[in-house]
């Protein structure tokens, strides 16, 4: 079977948001700046799981406008060769300008320049936003039973305690195509 990977175009970037961001790690104390975008974004158990994840997650990223955090998305490291996009918001008065895609080139980016060969999403299976978004960028939704990403599947039975999934979501994944990066800067 022949599994879809990441759709990329040599030479092309992410495409530009209709905002002038700029895109910083939120490290440390830093962090709870991105609570009022996650409050914004996710209800009851997802909000208070979104906001607990902020704090413990290997990377935060946010747009900045202004140096407001206008959106945020909360990444983390499940194995080396598996990324997770845990948490992805965009502030109730910023949406679709372009900063959700935007977060997600940059977090894929971002484990592929780390030696992820994977990287997994969940949402929620009536989230017509979020599904679009990560299908916009080559997610595919993931079925219970199919091999793992290291038999030339996608299932991800083994890492599925880690990612916290609930009732009503779905898993995406999507196989990082091409070699790895060029080398940049130190990541924390
Ligand atoms: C999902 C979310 C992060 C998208 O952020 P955004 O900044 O509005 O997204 P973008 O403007 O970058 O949109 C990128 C693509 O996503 C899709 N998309 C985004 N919002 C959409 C919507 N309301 N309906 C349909 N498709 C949508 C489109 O394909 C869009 O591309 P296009 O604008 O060229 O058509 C935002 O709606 C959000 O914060 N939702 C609440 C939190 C959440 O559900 N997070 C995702 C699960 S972790």
């Known amino acids: 079977m022949s599994l879809p990977s990441e759709t990329r175009s040599e030479g092309a970037g992410p495409k530009a948001p209709g905002l002038p961001v700029e895109l910083v790690d939120l490290v440390g104390p830093d962090r709870e700046r991105g609570v009022p975008v996650l409050k914004g974004g996710f209800v009851g158990i997802y909000r208070w799981h979104a906001k607990r994840t902020l704090r413990t997650a290997t990377w935060v990223r946010a747009a900045l406008f202004r140096g407001e955090v206008v959106a945020v998305s909360v990444l983390e490291r499940l194995a080396p060769e598996v990324g997770y996009v845990y948490y992805l918001s965009t502030s109730l008065s910023h949406r679709r300008e372009g900063l959700g895609g935007l977060l997600l080139d940059d977090a894929i980016a971002r484990f592929r320049r780390d030696g992820a060969q994977v990287v997994y999403a969940a949402a929620e299976e009536e989230n017509a936003a979020s599904l679009a978004l990560f299908r916009s960028r080559g997610f595919r939704m993931v079925d219970r039973k199919?091999?793992?990403?290291?038999?030339?599947?996608?299932?991800?039975?083994?890492?599925?305690?880690?990612?916290?999934?609930?009732?009503?979501?779905?898993?995406?994944?999507?196989?990082?195509?091409?070699?790895?990066?060029?080398?940049?800067?130190?990541?924390?």
């Open 146 to 188: 199919e091999t793992s990403y290291r038999e030339g599947g996608l299932g991800a039975w083994g890492l599925r305690s880690r990612m916290t999934l609930v009732g009503g979501e779905v898993l995406f994944g999507v196989r990082l195509s091409g070699a790895p990066a060029e080398p940049g800067p130190p990541l924390r």
